[in-house]
């Protein structure tokens, strides 16, 4: 049986309107995107909480689920670990495709796929599993390199810019991510995992960009992090393309 998601939200601490408490749809502040949390706002509670479905869905931010990524997300766990709190763990060992969840798949394009032909899935588990590991590495570059170029910023607008940054590694459904980004910090140059590596050298270009293009206030960073990010990947093949040409001509 699931947990009850307003008991969830009691014991962390989510602020529940009184006056729609332990009905259908109780609402509550948003603890993820925090608009309803602002002093002109107070009247506010932005986040539905189906005591039914045990489902939440926040109208501001559109952050939405069922109440094992509610718990997972409020307490900075993997999915897998709340999971395993409520279920216990599996006797025998779950393939990694059939661990991932509906949004995971959603990013991956494999969600409809797994409902609409579940027989085809299992057949295609193996490629399911590379698909997000894929996906995990390219968004983990990505973040990477965004996070060392709003490191470079200074004052209030670093502040900024990295409270937006914590949010949206909150809103990807990789667990951890942001804490994964802040161990490879941390860490010396030597240590890196392969994702750091390459989204240190995409932020290298990408702020170098942004210079050179006057981009005084950063507005086009993200993009040109994905801009980089394209033209080091091209660079890299190319790279390859041409070792590999010159072993085989020897």
């Known amino acids: 049986m699931l947990p009850n998601i307003l008991d969830i939200a009691q014991a962390c601490n989510v602020e529940i309107d009184s006056k729609t408490y332990g009905k259908k749809e109780t609402r509550a502040k948003c603890p993820f995107c925090q608009e309803d949390a602002k002093p002109e706002k107070r009247k506010k509670f932005y986040l539905s909480l189906n005591t039914q479905d045990q489902v939440y869905r926040c109208f501001f931010c559109g952050e939405k689920g069922g109440v094992l990524k509610f718990e997972a997300n409020l307490t900075q766990k993997s999915f897998t670990e709340v999971k395993e709190k409520y279920f216990g763990k599996n006797k025998k060992s779950l393939h990694p495709a059939y661990q991932l969840n509906a949004e995971q798949l959603s990013r991956i394009g494999w969600q409809k796929y797994k409902r609409n032909n579940f027989k085809d899935f299992l057949k295609n588990r193996e490629q399911v599993e590379n698909d997000w590991n894929q996906y995990v590495y390219t968004e983990l570059v990505k973040y990477y390199a965004l996070f060392l170029c709003i490191n470079q910023l200074n004052g209030a607008k670093k502040i900024e810019a990295m409270k937006w940054f914590v949010g949206k590694c909150r809103e990807l459904p990789i667990p951890k991510m942001y804490e994964r980004i802040i161990n490879q910090h941390n860490k010396e140059d030597k240590d890196l995992d392969k994702w750091a590596i390459t989204g240190k050298q995409v932020a290298r270009i990408a702020w170098k960009v942004s210079i ?28 390859h393309k041409r070792r590999v040409s010159q072993k085989n001509n020897i």
């Open 212 to 239: 050179k293009t006057v981009d005084i206030k950063l507005n086009d960073l993200f993009i040109n992090i994905l801009l980089a990010d394209f033209f080091y990947k091209k660079v890299k093949i190319h790279s």
